[in-house]
């Protein structure tokens, strides 16, 4: 069984910020988590909210961050916190200063971390993402747990390959028919 965490740490090793809803998220994290030396894994969780002006990072982040402790729950702790705010889906990791942390920590043995948990695809992978960063993730033995397959990625198993395209494509997919309602309902607008 895990034991209980001392405190997660957000990237750079601080602690998430102080107020309510980030405590409780990272009380959520305490109560589920465990260290590494009781063989329980130590989780990096990755997040992001794409807009601070029509969406709330607090909230955002709370429930992104309660889903992946809940993935991980009794499997590990969530010891560092990788979370972009306003940063679209589109760029790549490389482009998101929080991600780009993450990837950057890759390659550091001494990082603190064994696998990432994201609360859900959408906030991490757009279009071929998921494609270009697997290997990336397998190269350094990072293990990558999802809601969508129930856990951990089998980096092997085909219909984890499947099912994490399909989401890339689904992910492109709602950002395109989003471009296309507004372009449409502005035209009607100025028509109108």
Known sequence: MCAAPMGMMAAGGQRPGGDALAAWAEGLAGRRGGVRGQGCLRFAFYGRVSTEDWQD?????????????????????????????????????????QAAALVAALADPDRGWDAIVIGEYERAFYGSQYALMAPLFEHYGIQLWTPEVGGRVDWRAEDHEE??????????????????????AMAAQTRE
Do not use: H
């Not at 402790?69 to 990791?93: C, H, K, N, Y």
């Open 57 to 97: 990072p607090v909230t955002s982040r709370a429930r992104q961050l309660a889903q992946a402790v809940m993935l991980v729950a009794g499997r590990g702790v969530i010891v560092a916190e990788f979370f972009d705010t306003g940063q679209s889906r589109t760029l790549p990791w490389t482009r998101r200063p």
């Open 163 to 184: 099912t994490m395209l399909a989401l890339g494509l689904s992910s492109k997919r709602e950002i395109t028919r989003t471009r296309i309602r507004v372009r449409t």
